[in-house]
């Protein structure tokens, strides 16, 4: 869907991406993700043309990006932008319009999203006179009226209660379903987690990891297992500092070079083994190790 190759862009003397290479595969949520400063918003506003790159390329659907592509993205950016003293339904329209919609087809788009998200009753309010987490379903739906394939969205749960951002990001899972491809800029990892099927990360400047979720966690094991021993048969070591969780011995333990399944083996010897489970990474601790790690470079 949208391939990156070689991206270079710089301010002044500040060099924003270097040699970055993305990939993003049709109908995924890809999660763009990078500590502050990284880059993420330069490279989404040369995607969405609103700055351009020092060189490299970028293209949508194998072709080089044009403004005509303009209207398959859907950008909604980390400031958000709405004309405060319009109101809601004109300020769809107006926005469905410059995105290309004729007059009657913006008008059902915008009808069916404002009952959608439960807010059809406000469409003759003025963006002033809405709540935050309002303004932000409107914002949501100015962004994806046009029913755009690509999906661009910087921390689309900001300023949501967690009942509304629970519904946004069902919204973005059942557009992805219907084959819209996403991006989504965020530093809440549990809506990675939750959301995203690969992921890239940036930082400063660069791209230093992509891959599935699955990948990059497995990359990232840090080879330890959480063991849970009930009926121990024997003293279990000391320095292996087991807790009693009230039905079982709990401790983790390395692997140190084992197979699985030899240290199985022998923690079998212990008792009953009830629990053996690695411990896999959350993409938060990813995330805060890998920008430690480069803090040092
Ligand atoms: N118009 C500009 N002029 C000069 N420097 C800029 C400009 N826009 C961004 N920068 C710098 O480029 C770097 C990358 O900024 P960018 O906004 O792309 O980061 P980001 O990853 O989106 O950060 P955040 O997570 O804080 O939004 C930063 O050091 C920023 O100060």
Known sequence: MLQIAQLNKSYENH????????????????????PNGAGKTTLIR???QIIEQDSGSVELDGKVLSPDDIRKIGYLPE????????????????????????????KIQIKHWLEKLDIATWKDKKIEDLSKGMAQKVQFISTIVHRPSLLILDEPFSGFDPVN?????????????????????THRM???????????????SRKILDGTIREVKRSFRPEVFQVGIANPTQDL???????????????????SGKAPNQLLSELMEYGDVVLFREQIPSMEEIFIHQVKASAHE
């Open 15 to 34: 060099q924003a991406l270097t040699e970055v290479d993305l990939f993003v595969p049709k109908g995924v949520v890809f999660g763009l993700l990078g």
């Open 46 to 48: 040369i995607v969405n």
């Open 79 to 106: 400031e958000r932008g709405l004309y405060k003293k319009m109101k809601v339904w004109d300020q769809l329209v107006y926005f469905s319009r410059l995105k290309g919609l004729s007059e009657s087809e913006a």
């Open 165 to 185: 951002a629970e519904i946004i990001k069902n919204e973005i899972l059942e557009l992805k379903a219907k084959g819209t491809t996403v991006i989504l800029s």
């Open 190 to 204: 549990e809506s990675v987690e939750l959301l995203c099927d690969q992921v890239a990360m940036i930082n400063k």
């Open 237 to 255: 070591p000391k320095e292996w500092v087991p807790k009693f969780s009230g039905d079982a011995w709990e401790f983790t333990l390395p692997l």
